[in-house]
């Protein structure tokens, strides 16, 4: 411990609180103690800032029964680690863990807590946890919290900004993911600020040491926390690239950030040329293995690859930041204003904004408008379109085509005229032989009976009669009267009619 | 076609994708390959440029999340208020102008949430939530004006301080929410932004939307810095009378 017998305590923490922040005593501390005081400081804040860093989820817990519903049942600091452990595990390389990720491992822990949960209230429980850990309170602003650290004796504050997740865009352009930053990693493998590059290197050698010694579920354990730190690591020098890359004005890219990646590469190709000979030997033991030493040798190789794919994404990532980072040189040379002095838009934006007067706040809509919410794509109708349109030739209107197919028809039967082309000739021949002189219907009928005239033609006769009865002018052809008296013959009753040639 | 011709074709193509709001380089693959050649062919850059700036827009951004455009002072291609929201009275714009500079102050509050990767998706927002972070803002924003300027206070000042008022505690019949009111307002602005692309429906059923890429895009790269610029501008302005 950096805590040695040199420095006594009374040294550090015994002052009274009147003491701190007042400059150090005239007389200079001894050059070894004041190296170790500075040592010290520097490590008592770093394990300030890993005890401040778990707050946000403690006080999702502390704060718990305030809320209008009762998750008496659900020990949220569990869940949020349980979400952040999910979360770590699927990050690589521009990938994280997705909602519904994060939902699967929830589940089965929320159905313990409470076995009847309803569905609506596991949303619920997850919106929480991903409310806190993204502070979604604060939209999303990075956590702050001060804190006190030790400067040559004296106590400073500082401000401790940090995040545990982030959402972000995937790859393809239309998922979100989510990502732990590299606080929330700290966090999960509980480093209190110790060097990464030295964790790393110290985690290789435990690794060996318990893998040849036959001690596998430490080993496991050890794996596991060596693959975490790997991807820890990762992050840290993905983030430090992309900080570089973001903004190339600020970085010192030669002087700063070319040292880094040599750096980095010589430590990720010594930690992959280790896991590649520590795989080597595990796989033969595991070939010989049976029983339960299977098991967990398989579980160690497979802890033990997702590490070494995590040093294979970031030695590719190094290989090519240089080229990446002179095309974003040459890009962001073309883009105007630098994302540099960014303003905070509430305080410096928006604040104004509600002071100012109302009319240059109405006719600052339009400019409001234009800056945030894009541009208007018009449909323009040009001259050239305008002609063409008017000298086109006239639409053909192609008319909507009958269905000339016929409908399913059954033919009607047919039945026989009433009277024959013969019936109609021998009732003519008949009138015009018989009439020549002014005859009685009744007459005729015995007449026509007499010359044997077919039962149709004497109807024909008599029908003939009738129509003429009173018939116009232009359409009478002979004349026909009452008779005055009633008959009854052929077949027939009714009034005789007296019928001549005019 | 002449190989000149050809490239301007292409920038053209470049340019329509630009315009088209919901369009991105990863629902079309063409798009990809255009932006992909902006930013390798120099030849074809200067063309799209060209022509951009002759239409009276400029690039915002050029990356493979798209090609972000923004229209100039007497542009076919600006806003009008029409566009937004038809036969707005002048007391509306005015409220329709802060909820515009609210969302983005809601979704990047802070330049260093502002500064983040392009990436990383910005905080949930809710017509509630929006009205209710306004209200916060119009609140504070009274009680800690100098007393200079309220003593000076233009009848137009109180009109429109008026009227975010009545919009902020305008009531609705049967809970149905007017749009009218602060909270109806803040919809229309949110699903305006998302009939831009510069929003996204995270949840239709408890209205939450989220900043896009190409939101955090237009403020990080040029709307934010503008926006300072105007505000910088009127309060000298302000100063100077």
Redesign the interface.
Known sequence: MILGNNIPSDDLFGGSPSSFGSPPSNSPPPRTASLELRELGDAVARRTRSLIAPAPILELEADKSKRDVDLSKHDLRMLCLIALDTVIDRMGFGSGATRRDIQIALAPILYASEPDLPSERERLLLDIILDAL?N?K?????FVSRYATLEGGAVRWLEF?YALL????TE???G?VFRASKEAINLYTSMLGLDLEDASIADAAVLRYQAERGRLDDAIQTAHQAQIRAKQYAEHIRTRL?VAR?DVEQAAWVGQVLPVIDEALKLIGNRMEKERELRRGLELRRDQASGPDLAKLTRLLNEIEKSERTNLDLHRLLLTANQQFR?EHA?QR????S?A??????T???????????????D???????????????S?IGLDALWSKLLSPPVIVIPVEADTELPATTELAKYPPPFAREDFEVSARFLRNELTSPRRLSELLMTARNQSLSDPACRLVVLLSMQQFGAATEYRQFCVEPGGLTFAAGGFTGDDLLLSRQ | MSNLATIAHDAGKLIAYALRPRQTPWTSSEYAGLLQRYETDSQFRAIVNGVTEGLGMRIVDATRNGLFLTATEGSPFRLAADDYKQNMSAQERVLHGVIQVAIAAFSFPKADVLDQDDTVAPAHITPVKLAEYIRKFAEASATHSPAEVQADDSAERRAWRDALARAMTMETSGGKESTRSLTGMCRHALDFLESQGLMRVVDEDNAIYQGTTAYRIRLKYHAAHELLTLMRSASASATTH
């Open positions: 993204l979604e604060r939209q999303r602003q990075r900004e982030e959402e972000r865009q393809d352009g239309e979100r992309e973001r095309d890009r073309l883009r105007r204003p994302a002095l960014l303003p905070n838009l509430e410096d934006v928006l604040l104004p904004w509600l002071d100012s007067p109302s009319a240059g706040a109405r600052r809509f339009a400019t409001a408008l234009n800056l945030t919410a894009g541009v208007h794509a018009p323009v």
